[in-house]
């Protein structure tokens, strides 16, 4: 058993221990919010038919965009892609949405998202996966890295 002195001597010797700070931690919630941000406004900018406003999410110029099992001419190459395949008109664009998203932080400015898309048009419905690496860059997130697998 320990002596009432010998406690008070054990007490007083914790407290004027320094305290332990607590590592520093990144606060992922908020990073993913602001991931998921960058994606609802690519989705409404092109459910807009604002092409321009939809690649603001992609890391410009530096982007690798796969799809159909070849790689895309980086921004510019993805943008012209979708004004020559999808723009002129909404029933050609289609409307898109994401879904199913998750979002993994790998780092304090990198994360792994993967998610569900739709592209619901009256011609030729689309619908897959989007594997994409979101890099924070000079404070705002983009996706360096965009993989889509359609069915």
Do not use: C
């Amino acid at each position: 058993m320990i002596s009432r002195g010998a406690f008070l001597g054990l007490a007083a010797a914790f407290a004027a221990a320094p305290a332990l700070a607590a590592p520093a931690l990144t606060d992922d919630a908020t990073e993913i919010v602001a991931i998921r941000k960058v994606i609802a406004d690519m989705e409404a900018a092109w459910n807009r038919g604002d092409f321009n406003g939809y690649m603001q999410g992609f890391q410009n110029p530096g982007v690798v965009f796969v799809s159909k099992g070849r790689f895309q001419d980086g921004w510019q190459g993805t943008l012209d892609h979708y004004v020559r395949d999808y723009g002129g008109s909404p029933e050609k664009r289609g409307r898109l949405r994401f879904f199913d998203i998750t979002i993994q932080m790998l780092a304090p400015d990198a994360a792994q998202l993967v998610s569900r898309y739709e592209l619901v048009k009256p011609d030729q419905p689309q619908d897959g996966i989007n594997t994409r690496l979101m890099r924070k860059i000079d404070g705002r997130w983009v996706i360096a890295l965009n993989h889509v697998s359609s069915r």
